[in-house]
Every structure is written in structure tokens, then in C-alpha cells.
């Protein structure tokens, strides 16, 4: 069966870019999305089809998918972007979800 | 807006059945894709996604859960329902229910397909012990 990774965790400081990666094989050859889960909440959707962004979500959320790994960046981070980011590939008629990562903005 | 509310018994038997609703409310069940999918996630642990079911009642899972899950849909009641058969405490999780979207990419005479959740309910924790 198909499987993403992501690495842990990621640190960034206010203002900077924090960049997460999720690989799998050929993985640009498929579809990614991206959900930001706050501390005890629901995951909201960040980033579908690869790159797009839904209403409502800010401008400094980018995301790019080729090859072997798919980015999220956050541009210009705030402490309000502090969560676990996953990765969402669809492969086969399933949903494959990355670990996760968590994003701690020091 | 449409909005979704999962709703469980919050505490199961070790290999009883587990039951969880969604109730869609804001608009009709049968509106958009039509797709709606079962989410879980143990405390502390990544989410795994269990399967879905369309309107017209077919139904797709993940490999590792399909023996033990069943789905269905109530369009009257606006409502669609997770069942997971002879359960453990590996079962134990909050159960979110989430909407299925497509997406369209085109390019040029090209389309293709892509697949993701733009909605989530608040979920529901189910804790397996006796």
C-alpha cells in the first residue's frame, strides 16, 4: 500500500518561512492536500489540488507538489500558525494521510 | 452554512459494535459530490481515514478496516452512519466525520481528478473499555 512521510516536527521563528515536506514515491504524480490542526480542534483544510488555496485561508499558505515530495510553505509565519500539518495524498481509491508534523513557532 | 455533528455513545465494550452518525445540517446530503467519509484519530496519534460513502449508498475502505466496517445513509434525515464490528481498544479515537470535494485540473483537452476534505465535523470520542 502507498505511504507518505513527514518529519516530526518543525521549528520557525515569527516572520519566517517555515517550510513542511511530504514525500512518497512519485508522489507529484498524484494529488495533495493539506489540513492544519490547532490544539483540540477539528483539521481545516489549507491547500488542495497541490496549490490552491481555499477562501479564507491567508495568502501566506503555499503549497507545491513535483516528483518525489510535496511542500506546504508558510510565508511570514505568526504564532497563530502554531499546529500539526498533514499531508493528504489520494492514491488506489483511498485516502493516505501523512504522520503529521508539528509546527512550533519559537 | 452546511455544517456536520457526529454524535456516539462515547463509551463501547471490548468486542461489541461501535455506531457514530453525522448529521449534515445548512444544506442537503445529496448536494455536491455526494461523498461523505469516516475519519478517526487516537489521542496524540495521526489521523486515518476509514472510508466513504455516496448518497446512492456504494461504499469504499481503507483495506486494513474493511472487514469490521459497514456504512450507510439516511437522505430523509439528512444523516450517514459509521458501524465498526467487534471492537478493542485500539479502537478508541475521536470519529470525525468529513465532506468529500473534487477538484478539476485542466489543462489544455486534460483533465484530471483530485480528491480531498473541505469540511470537517467537530468530532466525537469513542473510548473502547469494559
Known amino acids: 500500500s502507498y505511504e507518505v512521510t513527514q518529519p516530526p516536527s518543525v521549528s520557525v521563528s515569527p516572520g519566517q518561512t517555515a517550510t513542511i515536506t511530504c514525500s512518497g514515491d512519485?508522489?507529484?504524480?498524484?494529488?495533495v492536500s493539506w489540513y492544519q490542526q490547532k490544539s483540540g480542534q477539528s483539521p481545516v483544510l489549507v491547500i488542495y489540488?497541490?496549490?490552491k488555496r481555499p477562501s479564507g485561508i491567508p495568502e501566506r499558505f503555499s503549497g507545491f507538489n513535483a516528483g518525489h515530495a510535496a511542500t506546504l510553505t508558510i510565508s511570514g509565519t505568526q504564532a497563530m500558525d502554531e499546529a500539526v500539518y498533514y499531508c493528504l495524498a489520494w492514491d488506489s481509491n483511498t485516502y493516505i494521510f501523512g504522520p503529521g508534523t508539528e509546527v512550533t513557532v519559537l | 452554512q452546511v455544517q456536520l455533528q457526529e454524535s456516539g455513545p462515547g463509551l463501547v465494550k471490548p468486542a461489541q459494535t461501535l455506531s457514530v452518525t453525522c448529521t449534515v445540517s445548512?444544506?442537503?446530503?445529496?448536494?455536491?459530490?455526494?461523498?461523505w467519509s469516516w475519519i478517526r484519530q487516537p489521542a496524540g496519534k495521526g489521523l486515518e481515514w476509514i472510508g466513504h460513502?455516496?448518497?446512492?449508498?456504494?461504499?469504499n475502505f481503507d483495506p486494513s478496516l474493511k472487514n469490521r466496517v459497514t456504512m450507510s445513509v439516511d437522505t430523509s434525515k439528512n444523516q450517514f452512519s459509521l458501524t465498526l464490528t467487534s471492537v478493542t481498544a485500539a479502537d478508541t479515537a475521536v470519529y470525525y466525520c468529513?465532506?468529500?470535494?473534487?477538484?478539476?485540473?485542466?489543462?489544455?483537452?486534460?483533465?484530471?481528478?483530485?480528491?480531498?476534505?473541505?469540511?470537517w465535523g467537530r468530532g466525537t470520542l469513542v473510548t473502547v473499555s469494559s
Open positions: 489540488q497541490d496549490g
Open positions: 445548512g444544506g442537503s446530503i445529496s448536494s455536491g459530490t455526494s461523498y
Open positions: 460513502i455516496y448518497t446512492g449508498g456504494s461504499t
Open positions: 468529513a465532506r468529500d470535494q473534487m477538484g478539476r485540473d485542466c489543462t489544455g483537452n486534460n483533465c484530471y481528478t483530485n480528491w480531498y476534505f473541505d469540511l
Open positions: 512519485n508522489l507529484g504524480r498524484k494529488y
